[in-house]
């Protein structure tokens, strides 16, 4: 007779023999999971792995929940209609890849390559971004593939190439707890990286000298743990930065040696610097010149200086000059390349940074090589045996440029792949219609129905996380292997599988001879070596073996004795510049894009909250997310409130220039007077009129191309109805 104890032994030994390590697929913190079989048929028990570098055992409630919505509402078959009027139909593959095929071949030849666009994905693993790279810029000639780290780091991406000479964020997560003072701006983080900010609050709880300065027109969770909260006016942050640099200055908190050494264009830079004395800067900041002080000073007093920042830079029509600044502050002091300091962009998608690697952007190719250099270009020519002048020169069209260009008739075939344009995109009327007149749309999803597939005229189903295989990179540059392990439901397959067979029908079967992810990473790192990220060290193999591994990580380094590279960039002071200095920019601040006046004199900023995720397409169909966020609201000052007679509850009626939506009021002191605040990820299928980017606008960095999704004109109309919506509200009562 079987024991009790013997029992639970053998079900541990069950578990531990079934156990799959893999990666969360949510936010760019990147955070390892352990997978093991749980109660009933294809049920799985999530948890955080604690051999994992970057998350260390710890889990939030997105991961610990992923496994709830997998089966939920799939696609599991191609689907076909002839126009957006009729129903789908289900068809085979063989009939999808066939239309798909054909159209290819009628557009290039009515129309060519620059009529054929893709907008991929951070959702992506790297194996997806580089076979669609592959297909796209390598054997269709077309450098139209862009990706949603278009709307959230392409600011980053900028800001550190021209400060640094390459992308690549020189800290890491260990520098969390090694700093003297974290600044962070425009960044939730408590929200949106949450075991990210975990590790920094135990420190600065547990560290008394340690100061923690939060940068945010919200009082958000993360302000609340912050010794110092600089609540400015949305788009004054370079006013803010180059007036902390005007302080440091004065009070001789510069390094002129590391100046002299590591650096160019100082000289311009201290004269923008000279027109923002404390009183210019907290008049339009919004904030005392004793916060601006303190600030300044404790900065300057720090022995390592960690700078934090996520979209509030970046989602900004001067979002690379705001990096850039925040960049300048540490050149400044010489806040680089040293435990404990350096500026760290904190990456939104799980693999925005996989994608970033292997060129997943229009201006991009793989190994961080740019579609202009004529050496990089002909380097992966000669890498994917294509003809010398395959790639084309030009930098493909953005996104946005794909809205543009379906808004005037010269997009052919539209291939959107795990993502959704019809929530994510800028002023959504606009991007609606033009949707609606795309001659041929392919939605290559693992979900249905979401807000895009109303679009679309072919579905092709894919798998998503726990079907596939491959690589994804966080925000400190960790590589791990997210395994498969459980089939795919129905007919979906892969994204890199659907890539390479398009390829190989288009006749370019030696391009795409892999049947493994595997091999496809094989090939990829190849085209890492001797670059800025050089990733040639790694393979699955070696991953499955060791676990997360973080680039620069050659080939040529022996394995047996480091397994594990440098974890900071330019420890030597060395930047990938063509002299080897970092450079200063010498950037004023030009304000918003969209300031308000008194017809909209409301300005509009958009966030995420702790549950939600991309557009809601997964969090959207986990319960426990559901309940945790049960509605939209716009959070309101009692000062903007009170002169129209809004109270707590109260439906309002949001109005851009572009378009309206409606909010239950939450009325609060946490957000800015002249400031309100709506969650961005509640789409037409989880909410009536609740979507923010209905009311905001294209603009966009000239540098990185990134939308200021972050700040908008608006105006406020309450909407009186007989029945209280406040009784609706559930937490937001």
């Known amino acids: 007779m079987t024991t009790w104890a013997e029992f639970e032994e053998h079900e541990r030994v069950v578990k531990e023999e079934t156990l799959v390590k893999t990666l969360c697929p949510y936010c760019g913190v990147g955070c390892g999971l352990e997978v093991v079989p749980s109660q009933g048929k294809g049920a799985w028990q999530v948890r955080g792995d604690r051999a994992h570098p970057s998350s260390q055992g710890m889990v939030c409630v997105k991961g610990a929940t992923v496994a709830e919505s997998i089966g939920k509402d799939r696609l599991l078959y191609p689907m076909w209609r002839e126009s957006l009027e009729q129903d789908f139909r289900q068809i085979s593959w063989d009939e999808a890849l066939d239309k798909l095929c054909d159209r290819i071949r009628a557009v290039l030849a009515s129309h060519g390559p620059d009529s054929i666009c893709m907008y991929g994905s951070g959702q992506f693993v790297t194996e997806d971004y580089y076979t669609a790279q592959k297909l796209m810029k390598g054997c269709l000639g077309t450098n139209n593939f862009d990706a949603n780290s278009r709307l959230c780091m392409s600011s980053a991406v900028s800001g550190y190439g021209q400060s640094f000479g390459a992308d690549g964020p020189p800290c890491c997560y260990e520098d969390l707890e090694q700093t003297d003072c974290a600044v962070i701006v425009g960044s939730n983080m408590a929200e949106c990286h949450p075991i990210a900010f975990n590790r920094l609050r135990k420190y600065h709880k547990k560290t008394p000298h340690v100061r923690l300065i939060v940068v945010d027109p919200r009082r958000t969770q993360t302000a609340d743990a912050a010794d110092l909260h600089l ?207 795309s001659p041929f749309t392919v939605y290559q999803e693992a979900y249905f129905p979401t807000e895009t597939a109303e679009f679309a005229h072919l579905l092709l189903p894919a798998t998503q996380w726990s079907e596939k295989s491959g690589t994804m990179t966080n925000s400190e540059r960790m590589v791990t292997l997210a395994k498969a392990f459980q089939p795919a439901p129905g007919e979906a397959r892969a994204d890199w599988e659907i890539f390479c067979e398009v390829g190989r029908r288009l006749g370019f079967a030696a391009q795409f001879p892999f049947q493994t992810a595997a091999q496809v990473h094989t090939e990829f790192v190849k085209l890492t070596q001797g670059r800025p990220c050089d990733m040639s060290g790694i393979s699955h193999a070696r991953l499955e073996q060791e676990g997360p591994l973080q680039w620069p990580l050659s080939s040529g380094e022996n394995p047996e004795s480091q397994t594990q590279p440098a974890k900071r960039l330019y420890t030597d002071l060395q930047f990938h510049t063509p002299d080897g200095r970092a450079r200063f920019s010498a950037a004023h601040s030009r304000g918003l894009a969209e300031p308000p006046d008194p017809d909209f004199p409301l300005v509009l900023t958009t966030g995420r909250l702790y549950g939600h995720w991309h557009t809601q397409t997964r969090t959207g169909r986990t319960e426990k997310i559901t309940q945790m966020h049960p509605n939209p609201f716009i959070e309101i000052h009692p000062r903007d409130a009170e002169p129209l007679g809004i109270v707590e509850g109260e439906l309002v009626e949001v109005r851009s220039r572009r378009g309206w939506a409606r909010f239950p009021a939450k009325v609060t002191r946490a957000i800015a007077p002249g400031t309100v605040f709506v969650p961005m990820h509640w789409g037409a299928l989880w909410a009536d009129h609740a979507e923010a980017n209905a009311l905001t606008h294209p603009a966009a960095c000239p540098d990185s191309k990134q939308p200021e999704l972050k700040a908008c004109a608006v105006k406020l109309l309450p909407i009186r109805v007989e029945t209280p919506v406040r009784e609706e509200l559930g937490v937001l009562g």
Not at 242 to 260: D, K, R, S, V
């Open 231 to 437: 609540a400015i006016r949305p788009g004054t942050d370079i006013d803010l930065f180059n007036g902390i640099a005007y302080l440091l200055m004065q009070w001789g908190y510069e390094q002129p040696e590391f100046i002299q050494q590591h650096t160019n264009g100082y000289a311009d830079y201290a004269e923008v610097v000279r027109h923002y004395p404390p009183d210019i800067v907290s008049d339009r900041c919004g904030i005392a010149i004793s916060d601006l002080e303190t600030a300044a000073r404790w900065w300057g007093e720090s022995g390592r200086v960690l700078s934090l920042w996520s979209m509030g830079l970046n989602q900004s029509s001067e979002g690379t000059a705001k990096v850039r600044s925040l960049i300048d502050l540490h050149l400044l002091t010489g806040q680089i390349g040293k435990p404990g300091a350096g500026p760290f962009s904190l990456t939104g998608q799980p693999n925005a940074m996989g994608g970033r690697e292997a060129g997943g952007l229009s201006h991009l190719l793989p190994g961080y090589r740019f579609v202009v250099n004529p050496q990089h270009r002909a380097e992966v020519e000669h890498a994917w045996n294509l003809p010398a002048g395959q790639i084309s020169p030009n930098p493909g069209r953005t996104v946005w440029d794909m809205i543009c260009g379906l808004e005037a008739g010269e997009v052919g075939l539209f291939w959107i792949a795990a993502t959704n344009p019809a929530v994510s995109l800028p002023d959504l009327v606009r991007v609606k219609a033009a949707l609606g007149r």
